[in-house]
């Protein structure tokens, strides 16, 4: 795998393949692990952390899988590069911008990575499209069986896993779910949703994880508790809820399309028009009026571009994506131009096609 | 909707009726909390762990305080300041402290979830190592550093035989 040729497509995650990829945009399993015998990342030092990256990359390549691994070292890879890998959701911020040995191995179709020396010495991560959380479960569980084979976990029969933040001990495992909700939003009614979500011990967070902001309308539900609590449980409460919220959205969505039909085909239609004409373009207003358009395309209000493009510009348009399809970096002032020009084109390119 | 105290988006919405008339507000979370019209019903962690900490510490602040962590060093405070453990003995060495920190957390303090075959299958090396690390943890306090340090590689070896270092 090359980091260039990623942006050539858009992972397995962004494809809308899986059930309810109108709403739900993706199904993530994390697992945090750490060997025993080493402190927390936070607390080793470099020529540990070095330690720790060389053991698991050497154990991570002989794991008895039919899936090719290929490492990233973050280390040594531009910056550029790793704002890329965090743009697909195979690397967080957090890993991103931290300091020395650390690294990803990403499976084919990247719907596998494990972060080394992140907060924990192993995040392993399935993220898979659509609402598919028992299938992602069940990858994340035999990689963990499989990396457990040749790797002593810190694990205690009374605590579980043992990880660096408390918030994580027990399974160490966090289920996530991608919703877009731009009815919710545009009925006001999201609001309740968290409150809802949030007295059953939910968390809900935007797009790219802990303390982002909620752009696109696109929203990640998951869960808090790790202790006391099997992976099943855990999981099952997830994917009990989840149901529940993209039957608000659709409901949300009737009542717009009942009600307003003229003002949300406006807002589309204005959205599209603005997204193929306009000369400076943000990343932020980019993905508010994609989310539009998204909408507009699962109502039918919009036949010019299908779902599947739609997904693919909104990470394409992202900052690192832009800068590597491009093949050049480029300050934000050029950014906003490019990605500008950049859906123009790609937009006019459905026109004709049509 | 903007918050009628300031520019945020308002999302608390009340409706009183006083003297028969009614009276409507939209406020922001902040603004609302404020106006104490808003219980917190977030989960904060960070309010948590601190709570929680303060509890812990009022009464005993010289007994926590003396809490380190044999095998990593780091003591009991500088966890409380950073909210991440240091190794994984920490939840051995902390242990009274943490256990009701994890209820709070987790409304839990027992791992009900997935076991580990090999860790398992190594319950009684576990069992074994623990009993050696307390050990390790009298001969520290004891200044009997030559038995410190064979303890410490008679851990290192019994925990993994194939690891580095």
């Known amino acids: ?354 | 909707m903007k918050c009628q105290s300031c520019e945020q988006t308002a999302t608390v919405h009340l409706t009183e009726i006083v003297n028969g008339k009614k009276k409507e507000r939209h406020l922001c979370p902040d603004c609302a909390k404020q106006q104490q019209l808003l219980k917190q019903t977030d989960m904060n962690i960070n309010a948590i762990l601190q709570s929680v900490f303060t509890q812990n510490v009022s009464g005993e602040v010289n007994a926590l305080s003396q809490l380190t962590c044999p095998s990593c060093g780091i003591k009991y405070m500088e966890f409380k300041a950073a909210g991440r453990c240091g190794c994984p003995n920490d939840y051995d060495a902390f242990r009274e402290p943490l256990l009701p920190l994890l209820e709070r957390i987790h409304r839990g303090r027992r791992h009900v979830g997935k076991v580990p075959v090999h860790a398992l299958k190594h319950a009684a090396v576990q069992t074994e190592l623990r009993a050696l690390r307390q050990q390790l943890r009298t001969a520290v306090e004891q200044e009997a550093y030559e038995e410190a340090a064979r303890l410490r590689d008679l851990i290192r070896q019994k925990e993994h035989p194939d690891e580095p270092g």
Not at chain 1, 296 to 318: C, E
Request: with cysteine; charged share 25%; aromatic share 6%.
């Open chain 1, 1 to 354: 795998m090359n980091l260039d040729s990623l942006t050539q497509n858009s992972g397995e995650w962004l494809r809308a393949v899986g059930p309810e990829a109108d709403i739900v945009i993706s199904s993530r399993i994390r697992l945090a692990r750490n060997l025993s015998s080493f402190p927390f990342t936070n607390r080793a030092n470099t020529h540990q952390k070095a330690e720790i990256e060389q053991y698991l990359q050497g154990r991570l390549q002989k794991l008895d899988i039919d899936l090719q691994l290929d490492y990233f070292n973050l280390a040594t890879i531009t910056p550029l590069d790793r704002q890329l890998l965090v743009e697909r959701q195979l690397v967080s911020r957090e890993l991103a911008n931290s300091e020395g040995p650390r690294g990803v191995a990403v499976g084919a179709n990247e719907i596998v990575s494990v972060m080394i020396n992140e907060e924990d010495h192993v995040r392993l991560q399935v993220i898979r499209s659509g609402f598919s959380m028992d299938e992602a479960w069940q990858e994340a569980d035999r990689l963990d069986d499989k990396l457990e084979e040749k790797v002593p976990y810190a694990f205690s029969e009374e605590l579980g896993y043992l990880t660096a933040c408390p918030t994580n001990v027990g399974t160490g495992l966090r289920a996530s779910v991608m919703l877009h909700l731009p009815a919710l939003v545009l009925t006001k009614q999201i609001e309740k949703v968290f409150r809802a979500l949030q007295k059953i011990n939910l968390a809900v967070r935007g797009l790219y994880g802990e303390g982002s902001r909620a752009s696109g309308d696109f929203y990640q539900i998951s869960n808090q508790v790790t202790l006391g609590k099997s992976e099943t449980t855990i999981i099952n409460e997830i994917r009990d809820v989840i149901p529940q919220i993209i039957a608000y959205e659709r409901q949300a969505r009737q009542t717009l399309t009942r009600e307003s039909r003229p003002l949300i085909l406006d807002r589309v239609k204005r959205a599209f028009g603005v997204l193929k004409s306009a000369a400076m373009m943000t990343s932020e207003e980019t993905m508010d009026l994609l989310s539009s358009v998204r909408l507009g395309v699962n109502l039918g209000l919009i036949d010019d571009i299908n779902i599947v493009v739609v997904n693919q510009l909104f990470i394409h348009t992202q900052p690192a994506h832009l800068q590597k399809l491009l093949g050049r970096e480029l300050d934000s002032e050029e950014r906003n131009s490019e990605r500008a020009r950049f859906l123009r084109n790609r937009l006019s390119e459905m026109d004709s096609m049509n």
